[in-house]
């Protein structure tokens, strides 16, 4: 069993010392050091960040970019939010936001349905919501929805693999949880692209409850249950560093294609070793500068874009060099 690098244990740990001492994670900004901000928001704002976790590169270069459209703006930014994906315990942080009197909430909600009520509360409160990342099936009560083309990344996996694997055998999905918006669309990107070839079969459907150990778990038993199997794709980090382990200690690497999403630098690691044949790269910067940059405009009275999709970038061995701004960051 493949266990956290010392780095993300120790990354871990800080967020949860600052997380459990109520610290406000990022941005006083204003600002103290660095250029002048070319653009000043007319008051001055307070903007919350509520990620879907705060331990995971994603999140955290989204952090990196709302933090630096903060100080562009000259806006306070608070970056908080739990250490692990859960509802129960993401939905405190929007009450805690409210109660405070933030100007606006940036937030990737855990899931579509159980973030609604607490994102309903804010609005009644009178704080404009944009979510960045995931989002909630009731856009109305939203400013914008910022986020991938989640649907097309898992097409392009599905395409990629079918012709890796020369277009017949059998494929498994290792996802996160049923109910979060990115990921159920590149399992349904995924699905809908494997009906174009008929002699590919998708004979799992896993869920690892993002976490990377379970993913490798789940990925051994999809082995061992189909010997034969010639493809994964792991909808997110956790699931596609879980599934490549998994592959790696089935003995299977190169028997076993393994496609995955994001763009972290363990899974750079795995595709430079061959455990991953392709990651789906999103733009998490892009979508933490923009979710800021869209909050001021709604404070001011502009207009922003409803929705949002954010082209992906797919990285393999051959074109990673080239794609290097688009690996994750591990440290704010
Ligand atoms: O894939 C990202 C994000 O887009 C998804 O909503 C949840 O998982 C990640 O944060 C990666 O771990």
Redesign the pocket.
Same mark, same amino acid.
């Given at each position: 069993m493949r266990m956290l690098s010392p780095s993300r244990r120790t990354r871990a740990a800080a967020w949860l010392t600052a997380v459990a001492s109520g610290a406000t994670l990022l941005a006083t900004v204003g600002a103290t050091t660095g250029a002048a901000p070319v653009r000043h928001a007319a008051k001055h704002y307070t903007i919350a960040l509520i990620p879907?976790?705060t331990t #995971? %590169?994603? $999140?955290i270069s989204m952090g990196i970019g709302a933090e630096a459209a903060a100080k562009k703006l000259g806006v306070t930014l608070l970056w908080q939010g739990a250490p692990t994906?859960s509802v129960s315990q993401q939905t405190p942080y929007v009450a805690a936001m409210v109660s405070r009197h933030v100007n606006a909430i940036l937030i990737?909600p855990t899931d579509v349905k159980q973030l609604i009520p607490p994102i309903r509360n804010a609005v009644k409160a009178g704080i404009p919501v944009i979510t960045v #990342?995931?989002t909630i099936a009731d856009q109305s009560l939203l400013k914008s929805a910022i986020? &991938?083309n989640?649907f097309q990344g898992g097409e392009v996996a599905a395409k990629m693999m079918a012709q890796q694997i020369g277009g017949k055998g059998e494929v498994a999905v290792i996802n996160?949880l049923p109910g979060? &918006?990115?990921?159920d669309a590149r399992q349904a990107g995924f699905v809908a692209e494997m009906k174009h070839f008929p002699n590919i079969k998708i004979v799992a459907m896993e869920y690892d409850n #993002?976490q990377q150990t379970t993913a490798e778990t789940d990925a051994q038993h999809i082995l061992l249950r189909y010997p034969g199997l010639k493809g994964i794709f792991g909808?997110?980090? $956790? &699931?596609a560093v879980g599934a490549a382990a998994g592959v790696e200690q089935a003995g299977k690497i190169g028997a076993v294609k393994v496609f995955g $999403? #994001?763009a972290?630098p363990l899974e750079v690691q795995d595709l430079q070793k061959g455990l991953l044949s392709a990651i789906v790269a999103?733009k %998490?910067y892009l979508e933490g500068y923009l979710g800021v940059e869209y909050a001021v405009d709604v404070l001011e009275g502009k207009s922003v874009p409803k929705s949002v999709q954010l082209p992906n970038v797919v990285i393999t061995r051959a074109n990673l060099k080239a794609n290097a701004q688009w690996i994750y960051k591990t440290h704010l």
């Open positions: 879907g976790l #995971d %590169p994603f $999140y994906w990737a #990342d995931t986020t &991938s989640n996160t979060i &918006s990115t990921t #993002d909808t997110n980090l $956790y &699931s $999403y #994001d972290e999103q %998490p």
